[in-house]
């Protein structure tokens, strides 16, 4: 599975921003999908996945109540709708494709990964 990652870009504090995860060459719906992001200096980290269904779904703290992940395996398209932006928010964002039965939270478990967008969250 070949992944694009866009939506990126620079946004204040409070705004929106929707990244999109493009997948060809085989088809996601076999796929839980994972977003992880990497600020600069740190390890990348979990933010939200969704199963190969998209009836679940699973975030981390910092993402709970302002950022849904949702999925539509007819379009092969992944999205992160990101509102009340944070200036911590600032980093590369990442989506996944993990062929493990159970939705998982580390980067271990994840086959594919796109090349990223940053996001840039200004004060």
């Known amino acids: 599975v070949q992944l694009q990652a866009s939506g990126g870009g620079l946004v204040q504090a409070g705004g929106s921003l929707r990244l999109t995860c493009a997948a060809s060459?085989?088809?996601?719906?076999?796929?839980?999908m994972g977003w992880f992001r990497q600020a600069p200096g740190k390890e990348r980290e979990f933010v939200a996945v969704?199963?190969?269904?998209?009836?679940?779904?699973d975030y981390a703290e910092s993402a709970k109540g302002r950022f849904t992940i949702s999925r539509d395996n007819a379009k092969n398209t992944v999205w992160l709708q990101m509102n009340s932006l944070r200036p911590e928010d600032t980093a590369v964002y990442y989506c996944?494709?993990?062929?493990?039965?159970?939705?998982?939270?580390?980067?271990?478990?994840?086959?594919?990964w796109g090349q990223g967008t940053l996001v840039t969250v200004s004060s």
């Open positions: 996944a494709a993990s062929s493990y039965v159970m939705m998982r939270i580390t980067v271990d478990f994840y086959d594919f």
């Open positions: 969704t199963n190969w269904s998209g009836a679940g779904a």
């Open positions: 060459g085989r088809t996601i719906s076999n796929y839980n």
